[in-house]
């Protein structure tokens, strides 16, 4: 439980992840973006056209890990994030989510998604060196 409360703490800190697709091959490919987060499921809100590569990419192999990570170059503070889950199209509530994290996107046309996470991983050398710390569904 302390676990999970940390992570949430992590992720409601930041506001981009890496995103990382694959075909049904596997040659992979990423991409950056805003999110905002559904504590409650553990899903990362994003918006993305179908028309992008990586778009086209997680419908034909929904399937996708990503990463959250703080920039530092001193060692005791390095912080970051991997996940893997499914990506789906977004559900009720996923749109007053993302809003509420980036309200000037209401004048945009927005295409959102949402990163359903079966595995966190945070490490945290704030906690001890290469400390970390495991969500899964």
């Given at each position: 439980?302390e676990?999970?409360?940390k992570?949430?703490?992590?992720?409601?800190?930041?506001?981009v992840?890496?995103?990382?697709?694959?075909?049904?091959?596997?040659?992979p490919?990423?991409?950056?973006?805003?999110?905002?987060?559904?504590?409650?499921?553990?899903?990362?809100?994003?918006?993305?056209?179908?028309?992008?590569?990586?778009?086209?990419?997680?419908?034909?192999?929904?399937?996708?890990?990503?990463?959250?990570?703080?920039?530092?170059?001193?060692?005791?503070?390095?912080?970051?994030?991997?996940?893997t889950?499914?990506?789906?199209?977004?559900?009720?509530?996923?749109?007053?989510?993302?809003?509420k994290?980036?309200?000037?996107?209401?004048?945009?046309?927005?295409?959102?998604?949402?990163?359903?996470?079966?595995?966190?991983?945070?490490?945290?050398?704030?906690?001890?060196?290469?400390?970390?710390?495991?969500?899964?569904?």
């Open positions: 439980m676990n999970d409360k992570i949430d703490q992590f992720i409601s800190k930041h506001h992840l890496t995103l990382a697709t694959a075909t049904v091959d596997g040659s490919y990423c991409c950056n973006a805003f999110y905002a987060y559904s504590k409650n499921d553990k899903a990362f809100i994003f918006t993305t056209d179908t028309s992008t590569h990586h778009g086209q990419m997680m419908q034909v192999n929904n399937r996708v890990a990503a990463s959250v990570v703080l920039e530092t170059r001193i060692v005791g503070k390095v912080q970051g994030l991997q996940i889950g499914i990506v789906k199209p977004a559900i009720e509530g996923d749109k007053a989510t993302y809003l994290r980036f309200p000037y996107a209401a004048v945009a046309e927005l295409n959102l998604w949402r990163l359903e996470s079966d595995f966190l991983k945070l490490t945290d050398n704030t906690l001890g060196f290469g400390k970390k710390l495991i969500w899964q569904r």
